[in-house]
């Protein structure tokens, strides 16, 4: 099993990135695919939530209205649009699948994103 992130930097505030996670080694579209992150210091916060046939998505009150989350189930593909980031988003980004029938729980090594300027 893998998922591989990708797509993080070093951005401006008000600038945009688009992080990419590629899943292998089980059934993409069978799991609900989530978005973590975690700044130095502090827990890891949910950020981003897709069920798995993608029709529903739930977001942290921190990222609402600037964040979308989505997916490409032929791709095995989820992407975390970030919009008007801040410096507050600086994180390390982690891509998350889970299966809560199979028990399945799978993350990802994570994707720094530095919102400086």
């Known amino acids: 099993v893998h998922l591989v992130e990708s797509g993080g930097g070093l951005v401006q505030p008000g600038g945009s990135l688009r992080l990419s996670c590629a899943a292998s080694?089980?059934?993409?579209?069978?799991?609900?695919m989530n978005w973590h992150r975690q700044a130095p210091g502090k827990e890891r916060e949910l950020v981003a939530t897709?069920?798995?046939?993608?029709?529903?998505?739930n977001y942290a009150d921190s990222v609402k209205g600037r964040f979308t989350i989505s997916r490409d189930n032929a791709k095995n593909t989820v992407y975390l649009q970030m919009n008007s980031l801040k410096p507050e988003d600086t994180a390390v980004y982690y891509c998350?699948?889970?299966?809560?029938?199979?028990?399945?729980?799978?993350w990802g090594q994570g994707t720094q994103v530095t919102v400086s300027s």
């Open positions: 998350n699948a889970i299966n809560r029938l199979s028990g399945g729980n799978y």
């Open positions: 897709i069920t798995i046939p993608g029709r529903s998505t």
């Open positions: 080694g089980f059934t993409f579209s069978s799991y609900h």
